[in-house]
């Protein structure tokens, strides 16, 4: 029993020394750094930094999804701005995607701020190849005709749910890659920040923009179907709908 009880302590022990010896990285750097006997050519303390977990390997996706956000912001400006003028004069389409526009632009304000507290940093280039337009045929990646965002109506809101959809899709593809059990990769910091600030919204977004897509195509399908569209905007600028 004796011996037993040896093992178990001589076991913790071990692995309390592995720990100290695995985490202590900025320790050992300030000791580098400071140490009378330090080469000249140390310079700074590389490890004491806010980096924990697998942000460095999750980093690069939430860059992409960053700018995926920022992109999609300046799209859904475009579709607003379109119903906004004096010849399509639909106010009500025009808020709409001018509330999405700004809650798509503070989302990629928010996420670059939380790449930054995690410690690492922003890249405005790392842009996914959706937003540049990419198609692969099979053999090599080629640009794609741009994208025409003066719709009607009908269109436009089905092509903000596509957006929405692909938002979405690309968030819970991070949230596999952090939830893995990989070692090294698994960040439940990340998760539980995706899932808080994300995951909800998209899924009130899409449900949102999927009843005013199906209730607009049963209104169109009547015999003034002017007067219909007419109608749904101005639910949609007086917040009735």
């Known amino acids: 029993m004796v011996l037993g009880i040896m093992k178990t302590v001589i076991l913790l022990l071990t692995f309390a020394a592995l720990a100290l010896c695995a985490d202590d990285f900025c320790y050992k750097d300030t000791q580098r750094a400071c140490s009378p006997t330090s080469s000249k050519l140390v310079t700074g303390v590389p490890n004491c930094n806010a980096k924990y977990g697998a942000i460095d390997k999750l980093q690069s996706s939430l860059q992409k999804y960053t700018n995926e956000l920022l992109y999609r912001s300046f799209d859904f400006l475009l579709m607003s701005t379109f119903y906004g003028n004096y010849i399509k004069n639909r106010p009500g389409f025009e808020k709409l995607y001018r509330t999405y526009s700004d809650s798509l632009w503070n989302d990629g304000i928010e996420l670059i701020k939380y790449i930054e507290t995690r410690g690492g940093t922003m890249d405005f280039s790392n842009i996914p190849n959706n937003i540049l337009n990419l198609e692969n045929d099979g053999s090599e990646s080629k640009p794609s005709p741009k994208p025409n965002w003066e ?71 009547t015999p003034d179907a002017s007067l219909a569209v007419y109608m749904f905007d101005e639910f949609l600028q007086n917040d009735k709908y």
């Open 151 to 221: 719709l009607n109506e009908y269109t436009s809101l089905a092509k903000a749910l596509d957006l929405e959809k692909e938002l979405a899709e690309d968030i819970f593809k991070i949230h596999l890659d952090a939830d893995s059990l990989k070692p090294g990769q698994h960040d439940a910091e990340v998760v539980h920040h995706i899932e808080e600030e994300f995951v909800s919204k998209h899924r009130d977004a899409i449900r949102k923009l999927s009843g005013y897509t199906y209730d607009l195509g049963k209104l169109l399908d």
